[in-house]
């Protein structure tokens, strides 16, 4: 249901308040500025999400107040980090990176990097701890940053699906990386490890693209189940062009059978329109 104005839009919204004491009991806390460390703030135009407050209070807890800004979360290449002496006080790296973890919740720029440095939990490294102290200097840089939410956007949902090939230097498994957006919004994110070393690109990004399709299916049913039309068919978007093949041309399926289960799920997708 599209509201026409302002006092249709509070109608709406009084009913719903309605509707929910009788239901629950609840208060009605007014306009929202905090949620769980998220501060939300109303623009012209929508909302914007951020946890400025959250993320001074990590830098406070790693004494990294007054460090150097960085432009980039992590090096492009890992050369130079070469020291494998474990931390005496890995509890102190665990606190830092999984504070990190939270934080993601309104950074999807520092997922892959955080994504990274949460492998090595068990017995980190002083490599390991540079890294971390990189991302803190690319957030001290870059506090302001958030997600902003419009209203003046379409219900067109759509997916971009990438992969690092061979990034880990330890064990060479790929990191499966996707966004979606609804409309303009971008609503999900993700940067996780495969289990499996792929042995081409275009294996390491259709299985991305699966992981992208699975995400866009689900929220195609979460949507439903809030009554949100789509007005056009799911999208999704990959810079592998092998990989693009393998969904619309079957002559490939010979050639990669140790992908099936996703070609076939992600072949049946687009079957499906």
Known sequence: MFLKSPNEYMEQLNTIITHLHLEFAMKDLGTIHHFLGIEVTKTLNGL???QLYYALTILESAQMTDCKPMSTPMES???GLTDATLLDD???YRKIVGAL???TLTRPDISFSVNFVSQFMQAPTQSHFKMVQRILRYIKGSLHLGIHLTSNTTFDLCAYSDADWAGCPTTRCPTTGYCTYLGDNLISW???KQQTVSRSSTEAKY?????ATAELIWLTFLLRDLHVPLSRPLTLLCDNISALRLTVNPVFHARSKHIELDYHFVRERVALG
């Open 48 to 50: 914007h999400l951020s």
């Open 77 to 79: 290449k890992m050369k």
């Open 90 to 92: 890995p509890s102190f």
């Open 101 to 103: 973890q939270y934080l």
């Open 190 to 192: 993700c940067a996780k």
């Open 207 to 211: 299985h991305a693209m699966a992981h």
